[in-house]
């Protein structure tokens, strides 16, 4: 079976499946299997996206730092056509359609559909279930730390590299920095891909508790875990060397036993009872580096990743001396877990029969499905190109059927004595919110075969 899983860590550089790009520079999670060296810079849609045309860049001052307070709206560029573009404000910031998607210019791959979630920031809604969970964690750090942690909840998703990557030690080769793992908006800017982007700043402002939550970006594969947009809390928190140097043991273990406590009260504290299981990892910002996986629909299910700081982060940024831990939670895989949502395409639904089940403070109500339509099943084989990957090719049948498509799933992969490769996906459309017609769905295949041909260079079988 194909293990697909996605993260900034050693998962994430170590892809599982035979066609990503991963790069081996990390040790293998105990869920690896069989690793493919880093091919090439992964380029994106190369009939749009030529690097050899590479560009003047669209640098934006109103993108220099979440954190500051630039407010003004960003002239056009490019005097484009009259239709006024909405703009959108984040942590005062201000965002124009045209600043974040410039589908001519090959710096820049952000697609309308991906354009059109940011600002929507659901865990600012006290109804939603990324609400409500956000609302239970901030409980849990108030009550057991004095409410000490301070919040962050609307800084700006859009961030430079060096904050997404270079301060947090990513390093320049790794795989998340591709153009096919990460959004960016220009060669220096990107819609974050985690929430840690933001802790190197927040560090120098002189924080030593915080929790930052915000919505994160990246191209990724399709299933029922996986969307592009999706929701993460940053916990850090700074040790001063009296608070470990009386424990019996050396300031990593001290900070690395306190964190797994903390994050285990917090399980206990969302759920109760839970199956869950830590797994050593690989982070390029913590070092020991833990995930934790909560079983759930029959399977290990990864929910976080966490670590001790890196002490190059603390010396850079003014907290030398210092010991500190670090977690970022993914929250819609524990919203599944605590209100039974077995599909990640809910949490954008906006159907009333989906809104009306939550309610503000309600933790353990559990989701009443309301659509059970079977799923529909097409296959679609084609030759690859060098340049192909999954993340491309599920872009596009995002791009197509948008939630309708459900899954995206290699099922057959083989060399030919010529060295050409074949590979074979069976794409399940479903809606979760009514059944589709057979007409409706062979036209999404049919739309998704054409823009698979045009743009990913691959011959269709
Ligand atoms: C990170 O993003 C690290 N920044 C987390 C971290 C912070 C580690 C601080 C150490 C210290 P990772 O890529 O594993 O790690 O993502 C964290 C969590 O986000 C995952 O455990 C998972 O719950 C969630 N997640 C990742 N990709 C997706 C996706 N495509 N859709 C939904 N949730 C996702
Ligand atoms: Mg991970």
């Given amino acids: 079976m194909l293990i697909r899983r996605s993260t900034i860590c050693c998962a994430r550089a170590l892809r599982l499946s035979t066609h990503h790009h991963p790069i081996p520079m990390a040790v293998p999670s105990p869920l690896s299997t069989h690793l493919k060296p880093f091919s090439s810079f992964c380029h994106l849609f190369p009939c749009d996206h030529d690097f050899k045309l590479f560009p003047h860049f669209l ?42 998607v410039r589908e001519s210019d090959p710096t820049n791959n952000v697609p309308d559909n991906i354009f059109s979630k940011i600002g929507l920031q659901l865990h600012r809604r006290d109804n939603h279930p990324i609400g409500i969970l956000k609302n239970a964690i901030y409980d849990y750090f108030d009550s057991n730390y004095a409410s000490k942690f301070v919040k962050f909840d609307d800084l700006c998703p859009i961030v430079s590299v060096q904050q997404n990557f270079d301060e ?52 990724d594969s399709i299933d029922s875990t996986h969307y592009p947009v999706f929701h993460q809390m940053e916990g850090v928190r700074v040790f001063s060397p009296d608070e470990w140097k009386d424990s019996g043991t050396d300031a990593t273990s001290y900070v690395a036993m306190d964190l797994k406590k903390c994050l285990e009260g ?110 529909c099943y097409k296959d679609i084989s084609f030759w690859i190109s060098d340049s192909f990957t999954e993340n491309n090719l599920c872009e596009v049948v995002r791009g197509v059927a948008g939630d309708l498509v459900e899954e995206v799933k290699l099922i057959d992969n083989f060399t030919n004595k010529k060295g050409m490769t074949s590979q074979c996906y069976r794409i399940a459309y479903r809606s979760t919110e009514r059944s589709l017609t057979d007409e409706e769905i062979n036209q999404l295949q049919w739309n998704v075969r054409e823009t698979v041909q045009s743009k990913l260079y691959v011959t269709l079988r």
Wanted: hydrophobic content about 40%.
């Fill in 266 to 375: 917090l399980a206990r504290h969302l759920f109760g009872a839970v199956e869950m299981r830590w797994v050593d990892t690989y982070f390029p910002f913590t070092n020991p580096s833990f995930e934790l996986e909560i079983y759930f629909q029959e399977n290990w299910m990864e929910v976080l990743g966490c670590g001790v700081t890196e002490q190059d982060i603390l010396t850079r940024n003014g907290r030398k001396g210092s010991v500190a831990w670090a977690f970022g939670l993914g929250l819609e895989r524990l919203a599944m877990v605590l209100f039974d949502i077995p599909d990640i395409r809910l949490f954008w639904s906006t159907d009333q029969r989906f809104t009306s089940q939550f309610s503000e403070g309600k933790l353990g109500v559990k989701f009443k499905p309301f659509s059970k339509f079977p799923p």
């Fill in 59 to 100: 640098s934006s001052s109103c993108f220099a730092s979440p954190l500051s307070s630039l407010s003004s709206p960003k002239p056009n560029r490019r005097s484009k056509s009259p239709v006024a573009a909405a703009l959108l404000e984040i942590g005062g910031v201000k965002i124009a359609k045209d600043d974040v």
């Fill in 168 to 219: 947090v030690l990513v390093p320049a080769d790794h795989v998340s920095r591709s153009y096919n793992d990460t959004y960016y908006v220009n060669a220096d800017t990107v819609l974050r891909c985690h929430t840690s982007a933001h802790q190197a700043e927040l560090l120098r402002e002189g924080h030593s508790h915080f929790l930052v939550t915000g919505d994160v970006y990246r191209r």
